[in-house]
Each structure stands twice: as structure tokens, then as C-alpha cells.
């Protein structure tokens, strides 16, 4: 069965401070995918990030990085010297064939403060 | 802006009406997504539509259906409406491929009375 697990539910960092969030993902599939989205206070959800199961390398965007490890199904991003801007909640997805289509999962979402 | 859209942005309704969401998908997207956040939860997948028909399920109340027309709009409608349906609803559409990620629309915050 697909699952994500976001064990951190509210996180608060005082700006500047690096912060990661943290991704468990289950499936039965080899090939499946990953993706992060943030939702800032204004309500729309954003996409960030897409990873495949193939691609174990690292990825970094200015402050963001992404840290893929298939050994331990985890998918964790980081985000160096916050900033106020960065605060608000972040989802992890998958996507996979399950049952013959596509499913997407999404985690519970870890919500960010980032305190001035 | 995601190319997504969804109407009407608020709505404001009373416990036992029923209301209409809709979505537009972006441009060449085949399948459409729904979604319900409400206060302090995650996103809890409702429904899913590819080319028109029904591709998979979740916890989608027997009071609420949805379809995807031909030209892929998709209507969630939402009946019997009691005070715990207050909530954003989002839309989002994807292309075909289990890479593509989804993009979601802006939501309509429905407020039940």
C-alpha cells in the first residue's frame, strides 16, 4: 500500500537557522516518484520539487536541497538560513501505479515557522 | 498562476443545502484531482477523473459526487451540507504520466452556517 509519513507536524526556527523536514514514503512499486509542495498562509499550494526512484542524487535550489535515500525511503528537504518567506506548511507526495492506475499520496504536511 | 482554475472562489452556505464546485483543468491535462483540507488537516483526497471517467475513490462522502465532462471541466457536488463540510477544496489536474506533478488550483473555501 502507498503511504507517506510527515512525523513532524509543527516545527519553529529562528530565522537563519537551517531546518530539515522529514519524508518516509512506502510503496510495493520500483518506479514511482516524489515531490514536495508548499502552502504558504495565503492558501495555494505550490510545487517545489519532483524526484524519480531512479534518481538518487541530490538536488539543491538556492536555500532548498533535497536528500533522496531508497535504503531508507525517505525524502527529506532542507532549507538553509530561513527566512521569514519560508514559513508555511509542506507536503510531501508519491506518485505510483497502484491497482492498475495512477495514485498520488500526500503526507499529513509539516508546518513551518520561521520566527524574525 | 498553476493554469488551474476553480469557481467560485468563497462560498457561503447553509447546513442542508447543496452547493457546486468547478474546476478547468490546464490545457492538455487529462485528469482531475479533488481534494478537501479543512481547518488544521492535511490534504484528504476525495475523488479522481482521467478522460471523463471515475479512476479512484477516497474518503469521499456518499453526499458528495463529482463528474469530468468532455470539454474536462469537473463539478464536485456537495449535498445535505452540515457544519463539518466547511473547508478548502482543491482542484488539481495532471498529465498523463506518473512523473508529472499535480497542479493544484487556487481552492474554494466553502463556509457551511
Known amino acids: 500500500a502507498q503511504k507517506v509519513t510527515q512525523a513532524q507536524t509543527e516545527i519553529s526556527v529562528v530565522e537563519k537557522e537551517d531546518v530539515t523536514l522529514d519524508c518516509v514514503y512506502e510503496t510495493r512499486d520500483t518506479t514511482y516518484y516524489l515531490f514536495w509542495y508548499k502552502q504558504p498562509p495565503s492558501g495555494e499550494l505550490v510545487f517545489l520539487i519532483r524526484?524519480?526512484?531512479?534518481?538518487?542524487q541530490n538536488e539543491i535550489s538556492g536555500r532548498y536541497s533535497w536528500n533522496f535515500q531508497k535504503s531508507t525511503s525517505s525524502f527529506n528537504f532542507t532549507i538553509t538560513a530561513s527566512q521569514v518567506v519560508d514559513s508555511a506548511v509542506y507536503f510531501c507526495?508519491?506518485?505510483?501505479?497502484?491497482?492498475?492506475?495512477?495514485?498520488?499520496?500526500f503526507g499529513i504536511g509539516t508546518k513551518l515557522q520561521v520566527i524574525p | 498562476d498553476s493554469g488551474v482554475t476553480q469557481t467560485p472562489k468563497h462560498l457561503i452556505t447553509a447546513t442542508g443545502q447543496r452547493v457546486t464546485l468547478r474546476c478547468s483543468p490546464r490545457?492538455?491535462?487529462?485528469?482531475v484531482y479533488w481534494y478537501q483540507q479543512s481547518l488544521d488537516q492535511g490534504l484528504q483526497f476525495l475523488i479522481q477523473y482521467y478522460n471523463g471517467e471515475e479512476r479512484a475513490k477516497g474518503n469521499i462522502l456518499e453526499r458528495f459526487s463529482a463528474q469530468q465532462f468532455p470539454d474536462l471541466h469537473s463539478e464536485l457536488n456537495l449535498s445535505s451540507l452540515e457544519l463539518g463540510d466547511s473547508a478548502l477544496y482543491f482542484c488539481?489536474?495532471?498529465?498523463?504520466?506518473?512523473?508529472?506533478?499535480?497542479?493544484f488550483g487556487p481552492g474554494t473555501r466553502l463556509t457551511v452556517l
Open positions: 490545457s492538455g491535462d487529462l485528469s
Open positions: 488539481a489536474s495532471k498529465g498523463a504520466s506518473s512523473y508529472n506533478e499535480q497542479f
Open positions: 524526484r524519480n526512484s531512479f534518481d538518487e
Open positions: 507526495a508519491l506518485s505510483d501505479v497502484s491497482g492498475g492506475y495512477q495514485k498520488v499520496t
